[in-house]
């Protein structure tokens, strides 16, 4: 769900990385998404749900693997059982009620839009140490190092979180569960948009797999060049 309040919103999948050539020769890193279209599956309005927003759905499932409840949510507006439903926050009532139950959202709603935000789930890494999960240098190779060069040092200092119990105190950097969670990345640059294939090139990487999902929203915050960028045209 998207709590920053917005015009649109769009789901995809990401379907993996290439180079796009301009015209004059450049080459450009371009991540493909598969852009849409989305369904939308419900209007909430501030008087009957206490906020404005609408909620998306994406991808097609087969009913034998989706919800009784899924299936007849996604029939009132219309459509087959989806896999994936976002909600995303409307600035006001007027804002939610410019959509209507069933409407479809296809990649053309991206067309003028200089600049996204894309927020998916990162690769999971599993268990890591701290070098590799919290940039941690190490101890030192030199004479009078035991064989843990590795090593995220002593605790000590953090061994007890007065208050609240003989534990660590929290937010302590150390080994744990790496990746597998929610990034955003932002002002990706819209490189080009094919309606006809519903695909999405956005310059540079974004978070997860090949096939992951993705929540793609216009960007909110833009980086000072590029706002400046935006103005000067």
């Known amino acids: 769900m998207s709590s920053t309040p917005c015009k649109f919103a769009i789901l995809g999948r990401k379907i993996g990385m290439t180079r796009y050539f301009l015209e004059n ?12 279209p989305c369904v939308v599956t419900q209007v909430k309005t501030a008087d009957r749900h206490g906020y404005a927003a609408i909620q998306i759905a994406f991808d097609d499932v087969k009913p034998r693997n989706s919800t009784m409840a899924v299936i ?66 190490g101890m030192s190779a030199t004479h009078g190092t035991e064989r843990k060069h590795r090593t995220g040092g002593s605790i000590g200092s953090h061994g007890t979180d007065r208050g609240h119990g003989a534990k660590i105190k929290k937010g302590k950097r150390m080994s744990g569960h790496m990746g597998d969670e929610r ?50 045209k």
């Open 25 to 36: 020769g450049t080459n450009i890193p371009v991540t493909v998404i598969e852009a849409g």
């Open 72 to 137: 007849g949510h996604d029939m009132k507006a219309g459509s087959t059982p989806k896999r994936m439903h976002r909600e995303v926050r409307m600035a006001d009532d007027a804002a939610a009620n410019g959509f209507q139950l069933g409407q479809i959202i296809d990649v053309n709603a991206l067309d003028g839009t200089a600049y996204v935000d894309v927020v998916g789930t990162s690769k999971g890494k599993g268990f890591a140490g701290n070098m590799k999960r919290n940039n941690f240098k």
């Open 183 to 232: 990034v955003t990345v932002r002002s990706l640059d819209v490189v080009k948009i094919d309606v006809e294939r519903n695909l999405l090139l956005v310059k540079g990487p974004v978070p997860g797999a090949n096939d992951g999902y993705l929540f793609i929203r216009p960007a909110t915050r833009l980086f000072k060049r590029k706002s400046k960028k935006l103005t000067a």
